[in-house]
């Protein structure tokens, strides 16, 4: 962990963050979602930085992306900006 001292000092916030991901770990979840039409381009993808052992854990990681796709739906499509995507 970066403790903010010397060159390139960051601030109390940042630190408090770093010291929080370092205990807990962090978990991404990426959309590729089009900006214009809303709807999801790809697949969805989890990243996991020292919360779970990916490897160990597949099945977990697996159902996070089923779960996420899963709210997507019964969200129809919705952008987080809340736009949605066109029906044909």
């Known amino acids: 962990m970066v403790d903010g001292l010397g060159i390139g000092d960051v ?12 205990e807990d770990g962090i978990v991404i979840i990426v959309v590729p979602v089009n900006s214009q039409s809303g709807q999801v381009t790809g697949e969805v993808e989890v990243i996991s930085r020292g919360f779970v052992y990916v490897k160990e854990n597949k099945e977990l990681m697996e159902q996070i992306k089923t779960d996420t796709a899963a709210c997507l739906r019964v969200l129809g499509g919705s952008s987080p900006t809340g736009n949605r995507s066109e029906r044909n």
Do not use: P
């Open 11 to 22: 601030g109390r916030i940042v630190l408090r963050d770093r010291q929080v991901m370092a």
